[in-house]
């Protein structure tokens, strides 16, 4: 880790074998999508990719969707772009049809109402 002298904000730099934010190292995660693009099920390619064999399943599937494997490297998918609405702003804050905006004046219909009793 360093801090930047200028803006003073923290960075750190990690080892090659390390994916930020992730408790399995890359090799594990290599080997166990590795293991299921081979034709292993979902449960032994988890058990593969370890020594002790405690990934959970749900959690190679996790990576599956998070990451690809391209020519043995791991490379992280980014999340599709969503379009943004070619609507004008105006038309996106009137109000709501139906709405209902309360009268100062009306009388509440709760307050005179006796409380409930078990």
């Not at 080892?15 to 890359?26: I, M, Q």
């Amino acid at each position: 880790m360093w801090r930047c002298r200028l803006c003073d904000k923290v960075i750190t730099d990690f080892d090659v074998s390390v994916v930020p934010r992730f408790l399995y190292s890359r090799a594990v995660i290599t080997a166990a999508l590795g293991h299921r693009l081979a034709g292993q099920t979902w449960e032994r390619a988890a058990a593969l990719c370890t020594a002790d064999g405690q990934v959970d399943p749900s959690v190679l599937n996790r990576w599956r969707r998070r990451f690809d494997l391209v020519e043995g490297g791991l490379v992280e998918k980014r999340p599709p772009g969503a379009p943004c609405s070619p609507r004008p702003m105006s038309e996106i804050l009137l109000a709501p049809v139906g709405s209902w905006s309360p009268d100062l004046l009306r009388e509440d219909d709760w307050a005179r109402s006796p409380p409930s009793q078990p």
